[in-house]
């Protein structure tokens, strides 16, 4: 009887990219439904703020691939550096505090106010202190915002994995002599990977998201940020979704390539025996 029930529910389990698939068909048929009736007359001055979805598509196809690809080049440098620079530096400061455990509350209070500060107010002074970009270039505002937005979660992150080694291997490696270096080589990052994976790729949009609110206060010529404001200027409303949803997708394709490879480096933190 309980055979016949567990197979009855696997029959009847949808596969998860199905799931996936009705979900966003069922988010757009929303969003149609709502833009046609709800939010119809929302927006001032004659304008259609929330545009049902062929208009979004009309205005993307309009736009071209070139426009999207000029600009996201550039954002995507930024979020890219930003990454690397931002990532680097916070798992250095988590083995820091495996190494020198005093210092663990000067770096988390660093990571918890680098977290805690409003970006708005990190943004007005760097546009003061780092000089502006040429046109194509990425900008070194949206760069310090971006590795900003990740610190503090990669540090979360890298310690709680870090702090989660199995004690028995470390008593073993300090019984033969080895040092809290070898602990952490040995024993520690191994057994860290899979959290730090896991904040690497929360890490992916967080970057994205830094390098877009970098550009708006940097008078930045071409990326995400100059390109929302320009049609927000313009009154573009479809053209403004259209980059928002794109800005989206691309964050989500950054988020999934990370999980991939997430799954082949460890996949033992996901139930995988190989």
């Known amino acids: ?23 966003v068909v069922a988010i757009v048929a929303l969003w149609w439904v709502l833009a046609l009736t709800v939010f119809s007359d929302v927006g ?10 062929p208009q979004v598509i009309a205005a993307m196809v309009e736009s071209g691939g070139e426009f999207y690809v000029r600009n996201f080049s550039v954002t995507l440098a930024e979020a890219g550096i930003g990454y690397l620079w931002g990532n680097s530096l916070a798992l250095a400061a988590s083995a820091l505090v495996l190494l020198v455990p005093r210092l663990e509350p000067v770096i988390m209070q660093l990571a918890i106010l680098t977290y805690c500060v409003p970006i708005v107010a990190i943004g007005i002074l760097l546009v003061v202190i780092i000089p502006l970009p040429r046109a194509g270039e ?78 708006f206060f940097g008078k930045v010529q071409l990326g995400v940020g100059p390109a929302m404001i320009a049609a927000q200027q313009g009154l573009d409303a479809p053209r403004l979704w259209g980059i928002a949803l794109v800005s989206g997708l691309v964050a989500l394709a950054g988020y999934g390539a990370i999980g991939l ?6 996949p033992w933190s996901r139930g995988g025996t190989r």
């Open 1 to 23: 009887m309980t055979s016949e029930t567990g197979g009855a529910r696997r029959v009847g389990r949808l596969p998860a990219p199905v799931v996936g698939v009705l979900g």
């Open 44 to 53: 001032g001055r004659g304008v259609q703020a929330v545009p049902t979805p």
């Open 138 to 215: 990425p900008a070194g505002n949206a760069v310090f915002l971006a590795a900003l937005s990740v610190f503090f979660t990669t540090v979360v992150g890298a310690l709680l994995g870090l702090k989660a080694a199995d004690r028995s291997a470390l008593d073993v490696v300090a019984v033969y002599g080895g040092s809290r270096l070898t602990q952490l080589r040995k024993v520690r990052v191994i057994a860290a990977l899979p959290a730090i994976l896991n904040a690497l790729q929360i890490a992916v949009p967080a970057a994205f998201l830094g390098a877009v609110l970098g550009e």
């Open 261 to 266: 490879a997430s799954r082949a480096i460890a």
